[in-house]
């Protein structure tokens, strides 16, 4: 039991990033305005967590205008991903342990 807690990553334990990498497990990329759509995220709270994946090394952002209004893509890592699959295969065998 001890050893599934440690595969568990604090970096997804909130319901916006584990929103965030989850739409980018089986999606090549999400814009802004679709993530905050899908997960009823306000601007800030969406940037700032995506900010933390960021930092974190799970998330690359990409930035453009498109006809002048900005545009922001986010892609999971290689990193992210497989980070995001141990933490959840970790919650899983916990689920599955009791």
């Known amino acids: 039991m001890k050893n599934i807690i ?15 990498m989850s739409v980018l497990m089986v999606n090549d990329y999400a814009d802004f305005k679709t993530l905050k759509e899908l997960l009823g995220a306000t601007d800030g709270n969406l940037a700032s967590h995506a900010k933390s994946l960021e930092k974190a090394g799970f998330l690359k952002v990409e930035k453009q205008f498109i006809s002048r209004k900005p545009n922001t893509k986010y892609y999971a890592t290689q990193l992210g991903k497989n980070e995001f699959k141990k933490h959840i295969n970790a919650l899983e065998k916990l689920i599955k342990k009791n």
């Open 6 to 20: 440690l595969h568990i990553n604090k970096a997804f334990d909130h319901r916006i990033r584990l929103g965030i």
